[in-house]
């Protein structure tokens, strides 16, 4: 089958060079390899296969992809990996120990490779039900590996086929199309981030970065809160899709205008520091969710949080420089968010990813609509320069499909 995969000898050589080159960045298709290669096999009898029918392109891959990201990463990798790890698609063989899921269903995969999926003894955080913190994800009947997408026994979503876990399938509700169930993944990822503080009603939450995780942590928040929402867009476009799903104000960034504005709509009096952007004192939001991940997004959402408030990191920013002096004078709090495993909600525990599908099927808004690009796997290079060229091409959700 035709794939796109990660090589480590590639990886480490791209690596090097942006160590040694200031401000490399490399074209991102130079990165990946777009390989033919054989399909992955059942690990064992607890396995299923699936057909992609679409596999998602994530920020988190952009990241990789433009070597802007941790080497801590790569203790939990195994190489070469087939990328992607937002995936729906139709169940082509299982495992005589699956009795939860049959040839054909429409599945949707929640990608980690914890310790049940690797079929050890459960870690500590396993043992607590925290899967997505799991210490052993180099063990087991697996390769290393966090995720479908960074492991080299499983496939990923940008191949034609994978293998999964049975653990980690849902079935797909009738009612919902592949599209709409493509945003599961990273739905599930704004859930977890908004359960770490919700919101009381009426609070002020500001949502960083109008990208598919914020414009998600919108929709999450206004289908489970009752709190007024703000939130910031880099693009236009991105501005009118945030106030589309109910996002109460947005504002477009503009050098530090966007914060003055929120500052200001919060109460805040607004200072001006020596060489720097503004500064809102005296109020703020009272959760501030960091949907980004990179210097700018972390200080302008430690700049709108209010004194003694919260901010929640979901974007997972590398090596930034950061002035974190306004965050010990506000007393603020970070909360950081990392993918999902179980949510407490109305006092039960809930899968976050049961969640998104529920939520996905329940909700008004059409998640398709945020499914924006669809490239075969050979238009790799458009589909990459796409997903990672959002202002000129408008993209939200870029994805590769499988016929
Ligand atoms: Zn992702
Ligand atoms: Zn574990």
Redesign the pocket.
Known sequence: MKALTLNLEKIVRFMQKALSVPNFKPKLHNVVDFEDITEPELINENWVKIKVKFGGICGSDLNILSMNVSYTQSVFASFPAVMGHEIVGIVVETGNNVDNISINDRVVVEPLL??EVREIE??S??KEGN?HL????DQGVLSPGQFIGGCKDTGGGWGEYIVVHKSRIFKIPESVSFKEALMTEPLAVAIHGIFKKLPNAMDNVVVIGSGTIGLLCILALKSLTDCRIIASAKYAFQSDLAKQIGADEVYQVKKDRHIKKIGKKLGCKIFSPIMDDAYPLGGGGDIVIDSVGNSSSIMNSIRLTKEQGTMIMIGVPAKELIDWTPLVLKECEIISSHIYSFEKFNGEKHRTFQMAIDLIASSNYNFANLVTHEFYITDYKKALETASNKKEYQSIKTTFVFD
């Open positions: 914890p310790c459960p870690c955080s396993c899967y799991c210490s052993k994800q």
